[in-house]
């Protein structure tokens, strides 16, 4: 299985910093005969299930604001809140899905 | 809008077996594929296998081979999670969750049931 590694496992920023979340996956989710990474973002608040925020890597999905972007190919990922807000404390999960679904093991976002 | 809604809270007691559905809404059933995810308290995610609502064919995470069965009934736009000889360790919360995909096997997961918290307990 491909194993996926998020850093850091939990972050405190002011309201309006810039988040910076990173995964790296064990070997490539870059597919080459579509040059599609296979990378999925998720949100998850307390209590909730997680939410999708980013597919193929960097496409945002319908209604997700455009604070949030996913970037990065082949193994290395990288998921940014522009301007942190209150409503964005949660849990940031990656997920490849090139191969056997795996996720990352989460990224804590608090407000410091 | 589309939704899964899932099955109420299970207590149940080492060695049992447990059956979680997931009814869709809002959308062709068979047109995309339910994927079935487990979060013990605190933890991350694990997925645990998927099916093709329009075939019934499914395929299982390694980790649970030979103890979880996916099922669909098409009529009702339902899926189910049976999940064998269980113990402490299975104690957590159940997600089916939609392929956002059209016919993608392997793709996001796009939306989630809102979740079943399973206990296992003596």
């Known amino acids: 299985d491909i194993v996926m590694t998020q850093s850091p496992d939990s972050l405190a920023l002011s309201l309006g910093e810039r988040a910076t979340i990173n995964c790296k996956s064990s070997?490539?989710?870059?597919?080459?005969?579509?040059?599609?990474?296979?990378l999925a973002w998720y949100q998850q608040k307390p209590g909730q299930p997680p939410k999708l925020l980013i597919y193929w890597a960097s496409i945002r999905e319908s209604g997700v604001p455009d604070r949030f972007s996913g970037s990065g190919s082949g193994t290395d990922f990288t998921l940014t809140i522009s301007s942190l807000q209150a409503e964005d404390v949660a849990v940031y999960f990656c997920q490849q899905y090139y191969t056997t679904l795996t996720f990352g093991g989460g990224t804590k976002v608090e407000i410091k | 809008q589309v939704q899964l809604m899932q099955s109420g809270a299970e207590v149940k007691k080492p060695g049992a077996s447990v059956k979680v559905s997931c009814q869709a809404s809002?959308?062709?059933?068979?047109?995309?594929?339910i994927h079935w995810v487990r979060q013990a308290p605190g933890q991350g995610l694990e997925w645990m296998g998927w099916i093709n609502p329009n075939t019934g064919g499914t395929v299982y995470a390694q980790n649970f081979q030979g103890r979880v069965t996916v099922t669909r009934d098409t009529s009702i736009g339902t899926a189910y999670m049976d999940l064998s000889s269980l113990t402490s360790d299975d104690t957590a919360v159940y997600y089916c969750?939609?392929?956002?995909?059209?016919?993608?096997?392997?793709?996001?997961?796009?939306?989630w049931g809102q979740g079943t918290l399973v206990t296992v307990s003596s």
């Open positions: 070997r490539s989710v870059l597919y080459s005969s579509n040059n599609m990474n296979y």
């Open positions: 969750a939609r392929g956002r995909d059209i016919n993608i096997r392997w793709g996001s997961f796009d939306p």
């Open positions: 809002g959308y062709t059933f068979t047109d995309h594929y």
